[in-house]
T-cell receptor
Framework: SQQGEEDPQALSIQEGENATMNCSYK?????LQWYRQNSGRGLVHLILIRSNEREKHSGRLRVTLDTSKKSSSLLITASRAADTASYFC??????????FGAGTTVTVRA | DAGVIQSPRHEVTEMGQEVTLRCKPI?????LFWYRQTMMRGLELLIYFNNNVPIDDSGMPEDRFSAKMPNASFSTLKIQPSEPRDSAVYFC????????????FGPGTRLTVL
């Protein structure tokens, strides 16, 4: 079953702009992860944020986590054409399996 | 490391035939996951193993699906008999729990059942 719900479902931005997507979940989590999937490929892990963390950075990525609201956001700054992909949040409730959301499809226009 | 290896990459078969999907996890990883991805249902966890032992198979759709992990470097997902509604992309992923549960995905097998 899908626990994470991403919003928006799709996002189209100009190269150089920032892209923000959100994830809401329902139950307590151990950590939350973000993955990217390029068309026709497997998912690639981007970043993991633990339940006791509020913000994390990795290159052009910034992730926030608000456990009181059961929500997370992923910000991609200065987007590039290569960022065109689907982005998924995944929650870990502590049993080593992940529940994935439906994903946000991001299109970066040149 | 070559990453997670899956074979075949594409499979087209006729309804009623047996299908076997194969996965080689990353060496040293102790968790292995099988997922199915469709437009309608998104990414679904079918089953996962820890140290070659199935831990949770609650996502396996029905008895036509079975999975094995005879050793740490090989797993199979079998569908017998296959049906058109089984058409999907099947992913295998592995992780090493002692580090984190970041999962490494294979390229997937695109299955089409006619």
């Amino acid at each position: 079953s899908q626990q994470g719900e991403e919003d928006p479902q799709a996002l189209s931005i100009q190269e150089g702009e920032n892209a923000t997507m959100n994830c809401s979940y329902k139950t307590s989590i151990n950590n939350l992860q973000w993955y990217r999937q390029n068309s026709g490929r497997g998912l690639v892990h981007l970043i993991l944020i633990r339940s006791n963390e509020r913000e994390k950075h990795s290159g052009r990525l910034r992730v926030t986590l608000d456990t009181s609201k059961k929500s997370s956001s992923l910000l991609i700054t200065a987007s590039r054409a290569a960022d065109t992909a689907s982005y998924f949040c995944a929650t870990d409730a502590g049993d080593y399996k992940l529940s994935f959301g439906a994903g946000t499809t991001v299109t970066v226009r040149a | 490391d070559a990453g997670v290896i899956q074979s075949p990459r594409h499979e087209v078969t006729e309804m009623g035939q047996e299908v076997t999907l194969r996965c080689k996890p990353i060496s040293g990883h102790d968790y292995l996951f099988w997922y199915r991805q469709t437009m309608m249902r998104g990414l679904e966890l079918l089953i996962y193993f820890n140290n070659n032992v199935p831990i949770d198979d609650s996502g396996m759709p029905e008895d036509r699906f079975s999975a094995k992990m005879p050793n740490a470097s090989f797993s199979t997902l079998k569908i017998q008999p296959s049906e058109p509604r089984d058409s999907a992309v099947y992913f295998c992923a592995s992780s090493r729990a002692i580090l984190s549960n970041e999962q490494f995905f294979g390229p997937g097998t695109r299955l089409t059942v006619l």
